[in-house]
């Protein structure tokens, strides 16, 4: 069964760049698209985008100007890098699968990664 | 951009209870929402995609319905595994998630 699992450091230094990989076991990158969702402590989930497998995207407006999706289909691999973080940018990072062709919704996600902005 | 809106926010109920949730948009989405279960330290776990089409394995006791802009959540009768949090997200425009509702023990 697909199994996804994020890495990446858990802390930040403001204005720096946030980068995460997330990589996909049991199955293949191909043919889904894949995305970054996020959620600060205590707080409602944000989607920041998705990357289909052959690299076409699709991002959260508010987070466009700072964001990149790339996907490494030799290892499996998709990443997210962020940049010019800030505080508010402290969050859980999920990676999940967009299961469905038509419709953007998760069907399997990864356990999380904690990522915290300070100096 | 569209935003999401849930009642309550909070809703404490038993065992066997029957829970509805609302969840409403800013504006028409159609059908295109989903519900997720989040339980603490959990990633979520879809549920009901398209209002009201149940996802693989969701059992038969969690039912959704509405279309435009309101939309609600129905546990017939509430089990021990089914205090969480909910979220609704609408995929008609990008994608956005509403505040959550907790349902606690009473």
């Known amino acids: 069964q697909v199994q996804l699992q994020e890495s990446g450091p858990g802390l930040v230094k403001p204005s720096e760049t946030l980068s995460l990989t997330c990589t996909v076991s049991?199955?293949?990158?191909?043919?889904?698209?894949w995305s970054w969702i996020r959620q600060p402590p205590g707080k409602a989930l944000e989607w920041i985008g998705y990357?289909?497998?052959?690299?076409?995207?699709n991002y959260n407006p508010a987070l466009k100007s700072r964001l990149t999706l790339s996907v490494d289909m030799s290892k499996n691999q998709f990443s997210l890098k962020l940049g010019s973080v800030t505080a508010a940018d402290t969050a859980l990072y999920y990676c999940?699968?967009?299961?469905?062709?038509?419709?953007?919704?998760?069907?399997?996600w990864g356990q999380g990664t904690k990522v915290a902005v300070s100096s | 951009d569209i935003q999401m809106t849930q009642s309550p926010s909070t809703l404490s109920a038993s065992v066997g209870d029957r829970v509805t949730i609302t969840c409403r948009a800013s504006?028409?989405?159609?059908?295109?929402l989903a519900w997720y279960q989040q339980k603490p330290g959990k990633a979520p776990k879809l549920l009901i995609y398209?209002?009201?089409s149940l996802e693989s394995g969701v059992p038969s006791r969690f039912s959704g319905s509405g279309s435009g802009t309101e939309f609600t959540l129905t546990i017939s009768s509430l089990q021990p595994d089914d205090f969480a949090t909910y979220y609704c997200?609408?995929?008609?425009?990008?994608?956005?998630f509403g505040p959550g509702t907790k349902v606690d023990i009473k």
């Open positions: 504006q028409s989405i159609s059908r295109w």
């Open positions: 990357i289909y497998y052959n690299g076409g995207t």
């Open positions: 398209k209002a009201s």
């Open positions: 999940a699968r967009v299961g469905y062709s038509d419709s953007t919704l998760f069907d399997i």
């Open positions: 997200q609408q995929y008609n425009s990008y994608v956005t």
């Open positions: 049991g199955g293949s990158i191909r043919n889904y698209y």
